[in-house]
């Protein structure tokens, strides 16, 4: 039996494997064949560590989720206490690095099959409330100090924006020729400059 600290390094890298199986095949190709061919495994020792395929599966889609609200929240912690300055980095870090981005890659698939996997869709929906509200936070921080004049309420500009993220991130897997993060964050961030009578340049 492996030890515990060991076992948990496997299943770690399992959940990685299982990623890229995602990213590569979609949710409905990464089977088990495909996830162990990507941790260079037996099927037998995935299934040692992860006896129910499912359940590294939840896993694998719940690790991706946590870059863009959990690392996010932690992100914002550390930041100074400035709307500017925090409105500009959920900007920034809710974009894909580029077209290899493994991480966004496995977003776009499981968007494409969440109309059929209601867990998926359940987990995706739970994600964009979850950005949505750390949008408000920041907006409705920065208006109750004069510093945001809000267009219009803070949940419609919040969900806008995280709206805009999920599309110009997908142009950017997609490796569309003109935008690629820094112009669409820039896109992104015209849009904010419009929603919060602010200028949003960082100072």
């Known amino acids: 039996m492996a030890r515990p600290k060991r076992q948990e390094e496997r299943r770690s890298q399992l959940v990685a494997a299982a990623q890229r ?9 990464a089977r088990l064949n495909r996830v162990a061919e990507e941790a260079g495994l037996t099927s037998g020792a995935v299934l040692y560590y992860y006896p129910d395929i499912d359940e590294l599966m939840f896993e694998a889609n719940r690790a991706g989720m946590e870059r863009f609200y959990e690392g996010r929240v932690r992100m914002l912690e550390g930041l100074p206490d400035d709307p500017v300055v925090r409105l500009l980095a ?16 496995l977003l776009c698939e499981l968007g494409g099959s969440a109309g059929r996997n209601p867990l998926m869709a359940s987990l995706l929906t739970t994600l964009y409330d979850r950005q949505v509200g750390m949008y408000q936070v ?3 921080q920065g208006a109750a100090r004069g510093i945001f004049t809000l267009a219009q309420p803070s ?6 924006l995280v709206a805009l993220e999920d599309a110009y991130g997908y142009r950017i897997i997609a490796e569309h020729p003109t935008i690629d993060h820094a112009a669409a964050l820039e896109l992104i961030v015209a849009n904010a400059r419009l929603a919060t009578g602010h200028a949003l340049t960082a100072s």
């Open 90 to 105: 959920l900007a920034k870090s809710g974009l894909p690095s580029g077209s290899g981005d493994t991480e966004v890659r």
């Open 155 to 160: 949940l419609v500009i919040a969900r806008n």
């Open 138 to 140: 920041v907006l409705e």
């Open 21 to 29: 199986a995602i990213a590569a095949h979609g949710p409905d190709g």
